[in-house]
């Protein structure tokens, strides 16, 4: 079956721009993850939905991040006033009650902040 | 809060060598798992292993083993009979039991050399 997808695959934009970063999971997944790859701070979290629930935005790094998901499936990742520091990959999981606690992840969106 | 150590940051053997990564973390609960994913240049995060903390045997997967010290708090990886597809990056990370979110080590960039 169909992985777990995001979009772009990769982005540049010029500092203090919004972006928009888009994640669709596995179909049935209930659980969605968002994390951030960069070199100076490696693989972190940001983000996780599980199904109806409030997400768990403890990972965050500031107010100009946020994140939606819609419908239980498709997640957008909103970057506002993009800084340098943003620049990173963004990777995207989801996993199901089903799946042993394995997260699938998606290719990532590489993020240049210009 | 959790930490994982990853202290081999590059290594580098012969195809159809053994060899072992490591990884050592931090924590004070008594139930959790433990993860090796693999980050190939392609950047999809696929799982290599992964170990229930309750747990004595070590899992197995093919090729790749683990050993898990629990008292020790380590958790390495070995990959034997390496093949040049094994080139990747390796991620150890970290689970609490019921948190979901991962917490990674910084990788170890492993090159299989024909």
């Known amino acids: 079956g169909a992985g777990v997808s995001q979009s772009p695959s990769n982005k540049v934009t010029e500092k203090g721009k919004d972006v928009e970063l888009r994640c669709d999971p596995i179909s049935g997944h209930t659980a969605l993850y968002w994390y951030r790859q960069s070199l100076g701070q490696g693989l972190e979290f940001l983000i996780y939905?599980?199904?109806?629930?409030?997400?768990?935005k403890s990972g965050l790094p500031s107010d100009r991040f946020s994140a939606e998901r819609t419908g239980g499936s498709v997640s957008t990742l909103t970057i506002q006033r993009t800084q340098q520091e943003d620049s990173a990959v963004y990777l995207c999981?989801?996993?199901?009650?089903?799946?042993?606690?394995?997260?699938?992840f998606g290719p990532g969106t590489r993020l240049t902040v210009l | 809060a959790q930490t994982v150590t990853q202290s081999q940051p590059e290594m580098s053997v012969q195809e159809a060598e053994t060899v072992t990564l490591s990884c050592t973390y931090d924590t004070s609960e008594s139930n959790y798992y433990l993860f090796w994913y693999k980050q190939p240049p392609s950047r999809q995060m696929i799982l290599v292993i992964r170990?229930?903390?309750?747990?004595?045997q070590n899992a197995t997967e093919n090729r790749f083993s683990v050993n898990f010290q629990k008292a020790a708090k380590s958790f390495s990886l070995k990959i034997s009979d390496s093949q040049l597809g094994d080139t990747a990056m390796y991620f150890c990370a970290f689970m609490s039991w019921g948190a979901q979110k991962l917490v990674f080590g910084q990788g170890t960039r492993l090159t299989i050399n024909p």
């Open positions: 939905f599980q199904g109806n629930s409030a997400p768990d």
């Open positions: 999981a989801s996993t199901s009650t089903s799946s042993y606690n394995e997260q699938f």
């Open positions: 170990q229930e903390a309750y747990k004595q």
